[in-house]
């Protein structure tokens, strides 16, 4: 395992807005930047403030993409946006959609590499699973997307453009002339358990989620969006202060000889590290309790005594327990708990006083469900020997 010894932000190339050979692309960046940016290409500082704001209303409240349809602007200022800047999505290479109404997006950036985005969606609301890197770089020996080096890390506007190309797939975009607070949501929620690690990639992901949680643009609640982390527990802090989402941690191991297998970062901060950073979250994020996520692999973590660990090493953090029954992918090296199995777990979490959802696999059969996802492009297999030596198992 290399990544013990990784610095925290790790220092992975990200692609500059400028397009090849022409004009910069808008999305992602802050309104600060935006601001700077539309000085820089003539703009007056006396109308940079309105000019800033009519923009990120037109593009991420009402989703246009074409300067010359932002009709508050005039003629003139149009052709100057048109002659410096695009607004330019990531391309959706290919959609599939599961037999319970799940859509996987085969989604593809600059430079030609491709992530992976899925929205779930349930009877009440919309769920969207983004990605923050190409690949991962935390080799979790139970995840697909693990098997898959990491490329580099997603800029900003690769982030929150996965949201704006969903919405325009579900047709969200609000009519004109529409109040968009009137609008229903299909998109309601955004998790951050895609591709990667978002803490490895922090400054992108949080000015993304800046952008969804902004009230002149996409409008989503922080307490809509949910951050999922293996546990990198110097940016846990960070998260609090500078994004105040929910927070969910990837555990799935009640010893540290267990999760050092498992979730390989343990062996830079282990199960005290990470459940004291843990501790402090919900009061300084005022956020809500944190959602532990803990797949169920046969016979190596879903023990009663297992169940009884879990419960004492959570006591005193607001804390539910996401139970997930493993989801298989080829080569992998696990098995799925018994139907029973997962059940009489949960029922141990569930009367210690935490809530302990089995979460239903959604999109099987497309991969899109928790722990499968990989870009086709870079999807060449290794075999279930080298994945189960690399797990530290036989």
Not at 342 to 355: D, P, R, V, W
């Amino acid at each position: 395992m290399t990544d013990a010894s990784a610095p925290i932000t790790q220092d992975f190339v990200t692609i500059p807005r400028k397009m090849p050979d022409g004009p910069l692309n808008l999305l992602g960046l802050t309104r600060d930047a935006l601001h700077d940016t539309l000085i820089a290409a003539g703009t007056s500082e006396k109308q940079a403030k309105m000019r800033t704001g009519q923009l990120w209303q037109w593009i991420y409240q009402k989703g246009v993409r074409q300067f010359d349809e932002m009709t508050n602007l005039s003629k003139e200022y149009r052709a100057l946006l048109t002659e410096n800047f695009v607004i330019t999505l990531p391309e959706v290479v290919s959609k599939q959609v599961s037999v319970d109404g799940t859509r996987k997006y085969l989604v593809r950036i600059a430079g030609g590499h491709e992530v992976e985005t899925v929205y779930i969606p349930e009877t009440d609301r919309g769920t969207l699973c983004i990605s923050s890197q190409v690949g991962c770089t935390l080799t979790c020996s139970f995840c697909h997307t693990g098997t898959q080096k990491l490329v580099r890390n997603l800029t900003s506007g690769e982030i929150i453009g996965q949201v704006m190309l969903a919405r325009d797939d579900l047709g969200e975009w609000p009519e004109p002339g529409r109040n968009p607070a009137n609008t229903a949501r299909l998109l309601s929620n955004i998790v951050l358990m895609g591709m990667g690690e978002p803490l490895y990639n922090f400054e992108n992901v949080r000015d993304a989620m800046k952008i969804a949680m902004d009230p002149e643009g996409i409008q989503l609640s922080r307490r809509r969006i949910t951050l999922s982390t293996s546990g990198v527990v110097p940016e846990i802090a960070r998260t609090a202060t500078e994004i105040g989402c929910l927070l969910a941690v990837s555990f799935h191991g009640t010893t540290d000889e267990v999760r050092d297998k498992l979730v390989p970062i343990n062996k830079r901060w282990n199960l005290e590290a990470l459940l004291d950073a843990l501790r402090d979250y919900p009061k300084v994020s005022n956020s809500e309790r944190i959602t532990f996520e803990y797949v169920m692999l046969k016979g190596v973590n879903d023990t009663d005594e297992d169940a009884h660990r879990l419960v004492e090493l959570i006591k005193g953090i607001p804390a539910k327990v996401n139970l997930i029954p493993f989801n298989p992918w080829p080569g992998a090296p696990y098995q799925r708990s018994s139907n029973n199995r997962i059940n009489a777990f949960a029922e141990i979490i569930y009367k210690a006083g935490y809530a302990s959802p089995v979460r239903k696999p959604r999109g099987e059969d497309i991969f899109a469900a928790c722990g499968q996802l990989k870009s086709a492009t870079e999807r060449a297999r290794k075999s279930r020997k080298e994945i189960a030596a690399e797990a530290g198992i036989s």
